[in-house]
T-cell receptor
Framework: AQKITQTQPGMFVQEKEAVTLDCTYD???????LFWYKQPSSGEMIFLIY??????QNATEGRYSLNFQKARKSANLVISASQLGDSAMYFC?????????????FGTGTRLLVSP | GAVVSQHPSWVICKSGTSVKIECRSL??????MFWYRQFPKQSLMLMAT?????????EQGVEKDKFLINHASLTLSTLTVTSAHPEDSSFYIC??????????????FGPGTRLTVL
């Protein structure tokens, strides 16, 4: 079974500062993918960044980077230079990369508030 | 990027009625769609996996007869909440998997449907 743990129910950061959102996972699959999604108040799920378990380098997408520490089973999201529009819920998720499309398992989420 | 739509975006209904929610992949074919439910301030909970041309696979604890899923074509899946009750009030989100996609970002989410049962 797969499990995602997000221990921070809420985080505050000031505009232009960097923030790290924590995510740890548990799986017995040797091949898996880790995802981060942003959910603003409108409810839509916005894909941010992906990290494959065999990827050698940490993923980066603009202001988003994923601090992947495989031995610790952590996949923290780092947002640099926070903007007011970054205020939202953030969900970490994973799925097995075994044959066939496997379902995503989500964490409980972290609410990020960016203040001016 | 790929677009997935949901209709309606919100619906209010009386207790005991049935409500149908549509999920469409607008610019790609999706053999697999997922239906999630999200209660306020909680995470997404997978309800079922919808496969085109076959019966849906429901997660443990989800009533098949209450939440009817039909994936009639490669671009449309529907979720029908039958005999809805106030406890079914929730945010329902679908996602669609692009055919023969890679492992990255191949699941595209719809904008969600907010159901309120009075």
């Amino acid at each position: 079974a797969q499990k995602i743990t997000q221990t921070q129910p809420g985080m505050f950061v000031q505009e232009k500062e960097a923030v790290t959102l924590d995510c740890t996972y548990d799986t017995s699959d040797p091949s898996y993918g880790l995802f981060w999604y942003k959910q603003p108040s409108s409810g839509e799920m916005i894909f941010l960044i992906y990290q494959g378990s065999y990827d050698q380098q940490n993923a980066t997408e603009g202001r988003y980077s994923l601090n992947f520490q495989k031995a610790r089973k952590s996949a923290n999201l780092v947002i640099s230079a926070s903007q007011l529009g970054d205020s939202a819920m953030y969900f970490c998720a994973m799925r097995s990369l075994n044959t066939g499309f496997q379902k995503l398992v989500f964490g409980t989420g972290t609410r990020l508030l960016v203040s001016p | 990027g790929a677009v997935v739509s949901q209709h309606p975006s919100w619906v209010i209904c009386k207790s005991g009625t049935s409500v149908k929610i549509e999920c469409r992949s607008l610019d790609f074919q999706a053999t697999t769609m997922f239906w999630y439910r999200q209660f306020p301030k909680q995470s997404l909970m997978l309800m079922a996996t919808s496969n085109e041309g076959s019966k849906a696979t429901y997660e443990q604890g989800v009533e098949k007869d209450k939440f009817l899923i039909n994936h009639a074509s490669l671009t449309l899946s529907t979720l029908t909440v039958t005999s809805a009750h106030p406890e079914d009030s929730s945010f329902y989100i679908c996602s669609a998997v692009r055919l023969a996609g890679t492992s990255t970002d191949t699941q595209y989410f719809g904008p969600g449907t907010r159901l309120t049962v009075l």
